[in-house]
């Protein structure tokens, strides 16, 4: 496949741009968390109630939630009833509309906002690599075993927690895992779909962070990418990251609310 057919995204309007990035951020997590036994889909939207005792490790997202008054007593009770804190992650194309507001009536938190972000890959400079970092993509279950390790200590999450991601097809997603004389520090995640390229999981551990390594473990990935004919990237941003992907070239499309229960609305 040349670059010249390569799928990409075609239609960079404002609307089609926001649809875009809410897709790709609900595909990803579709992708990445299907494998879990309390998995589920119902018409539009997805859930993922592991019972873990942190938000990451219940989400429930999707752009059409049926039946959402019933659906969210249904959900909430569940939490209630197993005590697991979760997230509920509505983008700006989510239907009902009103969704946010029948979520707080039933006991949820004020959302935190994610900028959803884009960027042309084609005009991404190539970032200035921290000094000895070495980044290596994970192709086995011990890589993946230190990456996950590293996604924890990055976020400040239980290990269990980092555990739901398992080993994915190369040609859908690839996890990197930044290595400083030998030790894991920092992580990301680059998913496939609509010939976009996505980044997740962007974490740096702490001791380690304001060395660069978190642009670094953005932009290289997406330069891969960009070689295999993506032209298009995206990503969701906490307020640590966003002035570093601001700096890369990224820019701002929407929001993502992240409504939270049985935890403060922290991401």
Not at 29 to 56: I, Y
Not at 69 to 77: F, K, L, N, P, R
């Amino acid at each position: 496949m040349t670059t010249s057919d390569f799928p990409s995204l075609q239609d960079f309007t404002p609307k089609s741009l926001i649809q875009a990035a809410q897709d790709h951020y609900e595909i990803a997590l579709d992708v990445a968390l299907s494998s879990q036994p309390t998995f589920r889909r119902k018409g539009g939207v997805r859930e993922m109630l592991s019972g873990v005792m942190n938000p990451f490790g219940n989400m429930v997202f999707g752009n059409d939630v049926p039946n959402a008054e019933s659906y969210i007593e249904d959900v909430t009770a569940r939490l209630k009833q197993s005590g697991a804190p979760a997230f509920w992650w509505v983008g700006p194309n989510t239907k009902p509309t009103n969704l946010g507001e029948l979520l707080l009536q039933k006991g949820w938190s004020e959302p935190a906002a994610l900028p959803a972000m884009m960027i042309d890959l084609t005009t991404m400079p190539h970032p200035s690599t921290p000094e000895g970092m070495e980044l290596r993509i994970v192709e086995s279950q011990e890589d993946l075993e230190i990456w996950q390790g590293a996604l924890a200590a990055g976020y400040g999450l239980p290990l269990e927690v980092a555990q739901l991601f398992g080993l994915l097809d190369p040609n859908v997603a690839l996890y990197y895992t930044a290595f400083l004389d030998d030790q894991a520090v920092a992580t990301s995640a680059v998913f496939f779909h609509g010939g976009i390229a996505g980044i997740y999981c962007v974490a740096t551990v702490s001791e380690f962070r304001g060395r660069g390594l978190g642009a670094a473990v953005t932009a290289l990935p997406l330069i891969e990418a960009r070689k295999q004919g993506y032209r298009t990237g995206t990503l969701q941003a906490s307020q640590m990251g966003h002035p570093v992907y601001k700096r890369l070239g990224f820019y701002d499309v929407a929001e993502v609310n992240i409504f939270t229960f049985g935890a403060p609305a922290s991401t």
